[in-house]
């Protein structure tokens, strides 16, 4: 995924910007950068690899060497950023949250358009940020250029650039991830995720809409260009890649998670008998709380999270590195799990791995029965606009590997979708077998109408594809 953050102040903005990226290190991977624009020095940059320090750690020393008030940043999923560029637009740094899924094809344009070369390479690739910001200076001005690049991606691309006199920020076309301006004395900020900037001193300004562009200076705000009508903001962000303090489109992540867990204890309510209702750490706890409040089953935590040293699991490139981690991380309980019935939510199964092993580390340590409610629907497609998840290929899918098995290789949209139909035979097979391979003693997903609900928001402008695999 990855976090992007920006300050336009009157004052010094490193210090702003340093804690503002460092809030959104629950999104990262890999890399973190600063690039900060000041009278004296002109344009200043750091990049570091934090794949195995805190953005925090590697940054330190930077922020007593950085100068300037206005100020972009990033954790970058896996490209480095942010980029300085010089082009017939005028100077400026770029950093983008996204995902590009016709990147050869764009190549191809940017060489016919006269871009001549590309310096920047991300495992192999042209690095997406350049990408963008080569597409940007096809054409006359800023804003045309950031629509320019949106409509030719094909994916999701949310934009912060950094020039000497401001910040521009452009949210997706679609809406696919969010953008916010924050505001407070001396200082306006933009950030993907809603809490970075309350900490800071900071309150909520503006949501950007769908496509919008907006121009921030340290005196307020303009906008370039308006929102679209359409929406397409991913569902999964509540699910499990925000941080439980922010909103999107006005909707809490913690409050939506608690609502998530309510409706699994509705489904369940007089079919299941267990002693306690546990969350798998963290983005799993507030469904937790919320099926634990609406059944009166006691809420328990059979297992706690090391937290001081361990990162989330999701982070190393390699499997193997992300079951150990998983494992490594939660310290059980003995007598809340001897004997005992536990219910267990998770926020999702993507692979099963790290599940199963929890489930097994829990009857290894005397567990009666385990059963197994994800907060969300089964993820039977692969994202096609966010870089949600390491998965190389939809087989990597859990549901995916089963459909094979039942189905082959030439399985049609129209089967896909009868598997992702919660009331259908094919989905409780699924379901079952996915049961029978984990080890659980009984598995309900939370289904995707009830996932819908929580959202107090029109639908059609959530995106589900991972779901439904409706675009």
Known sequence: MGGIFGVASKESCVMDLFFGIDYHSHLGTRRGGMAVYGKNKGFDRA???IENSPFRTKFDRDVAELEGNLGIGCISDNEPQPLLVRSHLGDFAITTVGKINNMDDLVELSFKNGCTHFLE?????????????SLINQKSTLTEGIRY????????????LLTPEGLVGARDRLGRTPLVIGKKENAYCMSFESHAYINLGYTDEKELG??????VTPEGYEVWNTPGDKMR???FLWVYYGYPTSSYEGVNVEEMRCECGSRLADRDAGEISVDSVAGVPDSGMAAAIGYANRSGVPLARPFIKYTPTWPRSFMPTQQSQRNLIARMKLIPVHKLIKGKRLLMIDDSIVRGTQLRETTEFLYDHGAKEVHIRPACPPLVYGCKYLNFSRSKSELDLITRRIILQREGPDVSAQTLAD??????????QMLEEIRLQLNFTSLKYLRLDDLKSTLDMDPCKLCTYCWDGRE
């Open 47 to 49: 990049i570091h690899n």
């Open 419 to 428: 598997y992702a139909n919660p009331d259908s035979d094919n989905y409780r």
């Open 210 to 215: 769908p496509g919008e562009i907006v121009y």
């Open 149 to 160: 690049a949106q409509e030719r991606i094909d994916g999701s691309m949310t934009i912060l």
């Open 233 to 235: 903001i991913c569902s």
């Open 121 to 133: 390479q991300s495992g192999g690739s042209v690095n997406p940020t350049e990408m963008v910001a």
